[in-house]
């Protein structure tokens, strides 16, 4: 059987279709009025080394908190069933249904400009792909969006995308994390594109991979934990990017010793939320928009309404 490359509507239909799912999740469980105040929060954490900045200086109170680790795509399905409470998930997820979340200011896993850990790579010049494929992993439905953009608006490219697996050939292969930089630490491929740096050429503005959502019902009903948990994940990014050659020889550990410099990648990721990175995700939904990915450009709503209030 021959695949069906993913087309221009299907991450529209997903997203839908992720709404519709999770309004019959909601209807069994409800995560803000089921938990007990004094029992933690279920937070988040992406299973790649890109968020050690964050969480290696992280202070464990088990009284206000337990990680949850796994992929991003995974933490957007368990944050969206109500299995999580806050989690660092992709900014996509959020455009699918933003009146089911908050986004937690000051935090994002961003670059302006190389990124290093979101690549397309090929052996084949891009001007000689045709209507070749091009296959994707599912753990990031964020680098999958931006990915297509580029395509069609950047490169002037109509090329198609296949889940990884799906076919026995394909022209290139898009990598994210872990993978994307031991690809890169390899050598072998011959064409190496990088999408944050992509997307800067085009836009000349920052790229959100990630954002930290909460769910509404859990701000709204737990809001002195949230700002407690807000602010120790701020206080933690903030070491760690003090200390960046830690979490670099610490990733050198999980992903073996490559021949990469991790000091320099870490450099090149931005880990708050400002203005810049807010203009860079407004247009990111705004261009999905256009391209008839999602609904609608969603508002950005920040946690805490009242930055005072940290």
């Given amino acids: 059987m021959t695949p069906t490359p993913w087309g221009w509507g299907s991450l529209r239909k997903g997203l839908k279709h992720t709404q519709a799912r999770s309004e019959r999740v909601e209807g069994r469980f409800s995560p803000g009025s089921g938990l007990r105040q004094s029992e933690p929060l279920r937070l988040g954490r992406i299973c790649f080394v890109n968020v050690l900045p964050v969480y290696l200086f992280l202070e464990q109170d ?50 302006v ?4 850990s979101v690549l397309l790579l090929s052996q084949v010049p891009m001007e000689k792909w045709g209507n070749a494929l091009i296959q994707c992993p ?69 790229f959100v991979f990630a954002l930290w959502l909460v769910r509404e019902r859990v701000a709204q009903s737990r809001a002195i934990q949230l700002n407690k948990l807000h602010g120790a994940l701020l206080r933690a990014r903030d070491t760690g990017l003090s200390k960046l050659d830690v979490c670099a020889e610490k990733a050198r550990r999980v992903l073996g010793g490559m021949e990469l410099d991790l000091l320099e990648y870490f450099q090149g990721l931005t880990f708050s939320l400002e203005e810049g990175h ?33």
């Fill in 62 to 111: 088990k009284t206000l908190f337990r990680e949850v680790s796994d992929t991003p795509s995974r933490l957007n399905k368990m944050l969206r069933q109500g299995l999580l409470d806050v989690s660092p998930v992709s900014s996509v997820e959020y455009a699918g249904d933003p009146g089911r979340y908050r986004i937690l200011g000051g935090l994002s896993i961003s670059c």
């Fill in 113 to 116: 400009g190389r990124v290093r």
């Fill in 138 to 206: 599912m753990e990031s439905e964020t680098s999958v969006a931006l990915l297509r953009l580029l395509l069609r608006n950047y490169w002037g490219m109509d090329t198609g995308l296949v889940e990884e697996g799906g076919v026995s050939e394909s022209v290139a292969v898009l990598r994210i994390g872990d993978r994307a930089l031991r690809e890169a630490a390899s050598g072998k491929w011959a064409h190496v594109w990088d999408l944050g740096e992509a997307w800067h050429s085009w836009t000349g503005l920052p």
């Fill in 278 to 310: 807010i203009k860079g995700l407004n247009l990111f939904f705004e261009e999905l928009a256009k391209a008839g990915l999602i609904k609608e450009k969603p508002v950005l709503r920040l946690w805490p309404p009242n930055p005072q209030s940290l």
